[in-house]
């Protein structure tokens, strides 16, 4: 098995230089001396041998420039499992050792151990044994670390919002995969340009057709109501008010789930057949008018499983 690659920057701000200093020691094993000569304090590192270091600095989290760091597996599979750790703790997420041991496929006793090196670290993790952990705090983690299927999952999905997203989308998707090559190593970079998943867009996928998907995103995201002049499948035009809820693919189709304000229900319409739309007023959410309580319908008649 290869070594996994970390893609470091050179120069870190952070926000806490003393936990700063004892995270990166805990993880990479780096050992920093803190400077004190300049106008600000720097925590500098000398990295793997062979390896450029760099510093950290008080300031705002963020991008800088970078080195490719390879890590041996027996350390990297330490060190990818405590950042697994942190990111399923991200966001206020209530989780149990033992859930974090299934999906780390390890022994609850290492993840114990694991947390309590991260807190020991500084990483702002609460809770305890039987009842659970959560990460409450934003916490910066400037690392990044990819591994070969994460990086074929990241170029397929990108290829596919490239041919069959609407425009704006299919940009950011062509934007994402050169800023993924760019912050790649050689060896990963290869690897993202060895996918063999592919996604070819149809003539279905008209200009007009990639610009109301456009406008239906910005629409569920902002709850705007849409005026819609929508023909049926027999060709029959009706007008109609909606709350856009969701956008779903169904592999050539493009439908939007939504309450329609004139049959007073959740409907879902085929973009394609959308002969008109405007952009209306905005709307409350509404707990029964929500994406949910579909869901919730949908299961209690047995069409979606549970």
Known sequence: MSDQTFVVPTEIPVTDMAKAMEFYNQVFGWTLTLDTSGPNPMAIYGGAPGVVG??????????????????????????????????????????????????????????????????????????????????????????????????????????????????????AAEEAL?????????????????????????????????????????????????????????GEASNRLVRPLGLYFWGKVWTLLAWCELRQDFRTFRLDRVAAMTLGDRFRPERDKSAAAYYEIQRRQGRIPD
């Open 54 to 171: 760099g510093h950290l600095y008080p300031g705002t989290p963020g991008a800088g420039p970078t080195i490719h760091l390879a890590v041996p597996d027996g350390l990297a599979a330490a060190t990818d499992r405590l950042f697994q750790i942190v990111q399923h703790l991200r966001g206020g997420r209530l989780i149990t050792a033992a859930t974090l041991a299934d999906r780390l496929e390890v022994s609850t006793r290492t993840i114990y151990r694991d947390i309590a090196d991260l807190i020991g670290s500084g990483v702002p993790i609460e809770g305890e044994a039987g009842i659970g952990y959560v990460m409450r705090q934003v916490y910066d983690l400037p690392p990044l670390m990819f591994t070969r299927d994460e990086i074929a999952a990241l170029v397929a999905g990108a290829r596919l919002l490239r041919a069959w997203a609407g425009t704006a989308m299919a940009a």
């Open 178 to 234: 050169v800023k993924i090559n760019e912050v790649l190593p050689d060896s990963a970079r290869a690897r993202a340009d060895s996918v063999q998943v592919h996604a070819i867009g149809m003539s279905a996928m008209t200009p007009d057709l990639r610009d109301r998907l456009d406008q239906v995103d910005r629409a569920c995201n902002d709850r705007l109501r849409l005026h819609l002049r929508y023909l049926d499948e027999a």
